[in-house]
């Protein structure tokens, strides 16, 4: 189907957003009013501008305050509305948005608003224009899709139609099914949003958070299947006013906004993308490592230098299932500073289906052979630019990067780990939504509930991604905290261990003088008040500075090591079948990681 996308969207001039919208490959663009009175190009230029760019403008809006008026202001009305006619003609546009009037001045009365709708579609004819008749979630007298579909039926008249929007619908829990009694043809054009479920006042959710399909919590592909059950020939233009957006980068959020909608017209069953390949598990995890530090803790942690790159500054550490590649020479070419988590591979089925899937959903595929490896590995470049690769690790149908290591005579006493059990990735601030828009359409996870979890210096949010048998999870992160509250503070990524001992593994690091993060005595307190744990437990949980959780089925402890660069690892373990993160904890151990630094 058509794609298109309203100018309020996204940040910057409407020269800027044009140029955007264009690069990220939608077919045409809503005019939003307030970008063409702040633009210095005349109309014209701007409608040069759109064909040069190969952008139809399918809407100019919005046109406010127009049905049932009392008579007098009916003439003011009708003049405004011949002068936005005449700006239209220059800009090339035939399309109006009208939403409904939230004036005081509106009467509720559906035969006068009727009736003065179809002299504006009228005088809108005449000019070649239609009219697109929209009920805003707060409108004065129409508030709702159906109020407005009445109302334009009895107006009756070829040049007005309606307009739906799905976050006014939704978001006032109406029941789009109700959609499908309305003609195709009489619905004009289709806008798209979606928003958390917040309980807040309707149009400041709509003006702050709205978000692109697939980030918020609103069924908006239920209601695009319903609206196509119609005949709807129209575009899907998205239409989010979002705070966030408002400053981010534009020609990505253009980007994860086309996203969205691929995503959107796959869940409708319109588009054939290739399915999904969901990662099964952790092929490795790669750090940018200079200096001794992480050899160090790898060390300490059990893990074995198991083999080195036969061509690149590159090594292998290993424990169970568990593989680490510390990278020495990438602080040269990709600037990392410190040492920093700079890749993941994913272990697929099928990398190439993998890669083909992420390329149909607009993921930055990254050259061949940039790879730890030289086997030939498929990468895309994840929203925090953590590098993934789609690896298949010795299977002999398919070549394996482990091949290009040349094995090396390992001597280590292993303390217990078994695997990656999840990786810990931070997000640019203005990246939160796209990473779990990108991480559940790309690599077909499951996003979690977002968590908001207390830092002594402000805020991380939260939210976690997870195949559905839980053997590939990431928790995706973002510190909202003062800049100056610490090294690396709002950048810090962890890999967390998985150990069949934890308790083992606890011990063995403090016999080698490398104990975990202290926890405060007081967390221990409340542990004992809020669970009745086995005494002896909650001791060991106590002495070995072991963290504790409980959900439905099982239980969670887990314990941090120190932070090198911006990384650390967290050793944890689940028993009988626990699925979260230990998030209650997480402030107790933010507190902790800043003390430690202190
Ligand atoms: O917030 C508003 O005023 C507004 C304007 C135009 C729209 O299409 C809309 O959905 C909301
Ligand atoms: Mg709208």
Redesign the pocket.
Known sequence: MRTSIATVCLSGTLEEKLTAIAAAGFDGVEIFENDLLASPLSPERIRDRAAELGLAIDLFQPFRDVEAVPEDLLARTLRRAEKKFAVMERLGADLM?V?SSVSPAALDDDALAAEQLRLLAERAAAHGIRIAY?ALAWGRHVNTYDHAWRIVRQADHPALGI?L?S??ILSRGSDPKGIEEIPGEKIFFL?LADAPLMAMDVLQWSRHYRCFPGQGGLDVAGLLEHVLRTGYEGPLSL?VFNDVFRQGDTARTAVDALRSLIALEEAAGRTDLPAPVVPTGFAFAELASTGPELPALLTELGFARTGRHHSKPVELWEQGDARIVLNSGLDATTGHPEPALAAIGLETSDPAASAGRARALLAPVLPRHRAVADAPLDAVAAPDSTELFFCRTEHPDHPSWTGDFTPRAASAAPAGITHIDHVALTQPRHHFDEASLFYRTVLGLRPHESLELADPYGLLRSRAVSGADGSVRLALNVAQIRPDSGPSGSLRQHIALHSRDIVATARRLWELGAPPLPIPGNYYDDLEARHELDPGLHRTLRELGLLYDQDDGGSFLHLYTATVGRVFFEVVQRIDGYQGYGAANAPVRLAAQHARVR
Do not use: A, I, K, S
Request: aromatic share 12%; hydrophobic share 20%.
């Open positions: 948005l939403c929209e307009c929007d976050f006014h806008q239409e």
